[in-house]
């Protein structure tokens, strides 16, 4: 190493010192460099500081001027006396701010239980039904409807039916705007617009533009809402479509259950198939979902199942004696079922059994004819008694269909027996408050988002069979004022 060249030669090693040098000597420009810049803002900030301040310190200065002989005992007296003036002056505003901060508590809470979708108004007391304008449409399905849904906006309602028809209906006229019937292509067999058989569901997304509807074809169309024109079609059901529902606040989210006891995850927008849930035992009859991402089932298995996307898992609730067919749910904690057993049920999501049931929710009293019609009664108290031997109460009516008026303590039931009743939550209680005569099979409830209507569609026929047929009643689309002076709904 000795007679290296480049250990021997100064020059060398001088050069690569200077190089040193010059790279230090950069470094300390670049830091004076900086060191000036944060300066500059310094100064820069401190004058605007100095600009805005003035007011502030020459008040401060003339309060230091006016106590600046002040002692300390002194200036105790003077706090503790501003004080006590102070509370004074809150006693006289007592009445008046307990108002206000009540209101201001009153406000956040229901705010911060909107934003949970834990929320629920307290409108039953103040709920009317206009009788005299309800409005009825007789032409329109030629087959029993079966299910039916609102836009958003409140204009239009879309009914579906077994003859395999959608109509859109204007709810202020009642016209009927569009009648989309199943085609089939002369040329191509296979390109169809429709249905081929029975439609059994229909949804609407929240921005009032996708369409969706099932059928017994085990198909899901997507239709353009605003002229019902043909957009797509999902396969992948191996059995009919019960039930369809959009996620609230994700107008491309799509949920669907089947009588092949699956439920399917879509997305609309993009015409995607997503996921398959399993649980269901038997066919899976009714779905419905808000704003969260988790949908609720029921099915004939007698179980009502939450299914919980994000975290892959299901709760499972058990309450009923038969099939449970309809499902409605109020907020993101509660919901309610109508079963086959006659009964509606109310849930809580955090109880895996109801808190409340309703049994023979739609009953009927019959009465029965006498077999000896000689028999003769001696007092009037056996003349009641016989009276009370002669009628039977019997529950042969299934809950067809449940609507409830979302974030309210108000729902609707239907079946058969004769009458939509209307119900009203309080207390974890159940209380019927109103009911209306309707001949038929009751086979789907809508309530409008502002609550000024209710929708309902009957039918000769139950919607999923034709074990029974009413036939004095008619086919038609009942359409119901209602009202509600609910104060809150405005603050």
């Not at 892959?312 to 309450?319: A, C, H, I, N, Y």
Request: net charge negative.
């Amino acid at each position: 190493m000795s007679n290296d060249d480049f250990f021997l030669s100064p020059t060398k090693k001088r050069g690569r010192q200077s190089l040193n040098g010059k790279n230090n000597n950069q470094k300390n420009k670049k830091r004076k460099l900086n060191n000036y810049n944060e300066k500059k803002e310094d100064e820069i900030l401190s004058d605007d500081s100095d600009l805005d301040s003035d007011n502030y310190e020459s008040d401060i200065e003339e309060e230091e001027d006016e106590y600046k002989f002040e002692s300390l005992d002194e200036r105790r007296y003077r706090l503790s006396k501003q004080y006590l003036d102070a509370m004074k002056q809150d006693e006289e505003d007592d009445v008046s701010s307990d108002e206000e901060y009540g209101n201001i508590s009153r406000k956040l809470k229901r705010e911060a239980d909107e934003a949970e979708g834990r929320y629920m108004r307290e409108v039953a007391n103040k709920f009317s039904i206009d009788t005299e304008n309800i409005k009825i449409y007789k032409k329109g399905h030629k087959l029993p409807p079966t299910c039916i849904c609102i836009s958003n906006s409140g204009k239009f309602i879309y009914t579906a039916s077994k003859d395999c028809s959608i109509i859109q209906w204007n709810v202020e006229t009642g016209e009927k705007i569009i009648n989309m019937c199943y085609k089939k292509k002369k040329k191509n067999k296979n390109n169809r617009e429709g249905h081929s058989k029975r439609i059994i569901s229909i949804a609407i997304s929240n921005d009032d533009k996708i369409l969706a509807t099932g059928g017994e074809d085990k198909m899901i169309n997507l239709w353009n809402a605003e002229d019902i024109s043909f957009r797509y079609r999902f396969k992948g059901h191996k059995n009919s479509v019960s039930g369809l529902a959009f996620q609230k606040t994700d107008s491309s989210q799509l949920y669907s259950c089947s009588h092949d006891r699956v439920v399917k995850v879509w997305n609309a927008t993009s015409q995607a198939y997503i996921d398959t849930l399993f649980g269901h035992q038997t066919p899976s009859e009714a779905i419905d979902c808000l704003k969260k991402e988790r949908p609720i089932t029921v099915g004939g298995d007698r179980t009502c199942r939450i299914w919980k996307i994000e975290a892959q898992s299901q709760l499972v609730f058990k309450g009923h004696h038969k099939s449970i067919d309809c499902i409605s749910m109020i907020n993101e904690e509660h919901f309610i079922t109508g079963s086959q057993d006659g009964s509606i049920s109310l849930w809580h999501i955090n109880k895996k059994k109801p808190i409340y049931t309703v049994s023979k929710a739609h009953k009927s009293i019959v009465e029965k004819k006498k077999e000896n019609e000689d028999f003769e009664i001696d007092s009037e108290e056996e003349e009641e008694e016989e009276e009370e031997v002669n009628k039977i109460e019997y529950n042969e009516h299934w809950i067809t269909s449940l609507g409830a008026l979302v974030y309210s303590d108000i729902f609707a039931s239907g079946s058969n027996d004769g009458f939509l009743k209307f119900w009203s939550i309080s207390d974890q209680k159940i209380t019927l408050i109103n009911s209306i005569p309707i001949s038929g099979f009751i086979n789907g409830i809508k309530f409008s988002k502002n609550g000024d209507f209710v929708a309902v569609v009957v039918g000769q026929e139950h919607r999923l069979g034709r074990w029974w047929r009413e036939k004095k009643a008619k086919n038609s689309l009942y359409i119901i004022p209602i009202s509600i002076n609910d104060d809150n709904n405005n603050g």
